[in-house]
């Protein structure tokens, strides 16, 4: 099961610790769902799922605020006995000091945070979506080219790695290459990312490692990018039959999710940068509604329509 550690959300959440005693190298969160333990405070601890960040935000403080002494000892008791990995309150709310000695006695770490609570879990929740959403690991290219994320896939040694250095030269942006990281954080967004190993770096073959950072500045190159659209590199056949129209889409299938994917024919003389330019942006304009396959149809049927017309007048 993937998990995150819980040190690399205090730091991308810059949280403050407030019980510092509590070792929290060894707790890991598995759960991208945060929870408010309104309800629990309340009371009701049924279906409460104790494996999620506990977020309290102002209604939860105050209500907190007005319970009674006993009150108090027998839910903060109840609450903090259950395998939470961490506490935060929103708003640098302060927590009363009974609550602070119950959270060290169980060990469960409290932080709090400046933001409001509605931005804090907006912006925890898609972070923790992206960390612990289900990921592979595939072999090939991904560039930003014109907004849209290509996957350039093959066998080694196809040109996969050159047409992204050629993209790179016209001005788009490398992901990675190589090694692709998949995750799906959604039923329709699969985001790529580059191993840590090998980010901004690309093997051309004759050439060896070029740092393309370095080459061509920061604008080059980028860590994380939504695929939108696969080119699948293959050996030019000349006994086999290409789509020459496109005028149904063909896809192919990670994690689940379906992504559109051309199957780009190789050889000599044939530019593959700017088919794969051009590729993405037909694919952007087919998003925003226009296909040129479906255009040049209409415009035939419509010609034979009227070669039918004048044939029967």
Known sequence: MASVGLNRIIEKMNLTNLTPEIDVDHI????????RPALQMAGFFEHFDAARLQIIGYVEYTYMERMSKEDKEE??????????????????????????????????PVFSTRKTTSAF?????????????????????LVDVYGEGVLITGESGIGKSEAALE???????????????????????????????TKHFIEVRGIGIVDIKTLFGVSSVKD???????????DWDKDKEYDRLGLEEQYTEYLGNKVVCYNL?????RNLAIICESAAVNHRQKKMGYNAAKELYARVQNSLARGRDEERD
């Not at 890991?28 to 929870?35: A, M, S």
């Not at 001005?171 to 692709?180: I, K, M, N, Q, Y």
């Not at 039923?187 to 191993?195: H, R, V």
């Not at 024919?265 to 003389?269: A, D, Q, S, W």
Request: with cysteine; net charge neutral; proline share 8%.
């Open 265 to 269: 024919p190789i050889r000599p003389g």
């Open 167 to 197: 993209l790179v030269k016209r001005g788009h942006r490398l992901v990675t290459d190589d090694v692709v990281e998949i995750r799906r954080v959604s039923e329709q967004t699969l985001i790529g990312t580059a191993p840590d190993i």
């Open 224 to 234: 994380t990018q939504n695929i939108d659209l696969v080119i699948r590199l293959e």
């Open 75 to 108: 839910i903060y008791d109840k609450l903090l006995s259950c395998p939470i990995p961490a506490i935060v309150f929103c708003r640098e709310l302060e927590p009363d000091p009974l609550f602070l000695q119950k959270a060290l006695e169980k060990q469960v």
């Open 28 to 35: 890991r969160v598995t759960q991208p769902d945060i929870n």
């Open 121 to 141: 879990m907006a912006e925890i929740i898609r972070w923790l979506n992206v960390k612990l959403a289900p990921c592979i690991s595939v072999h090939g290219v």
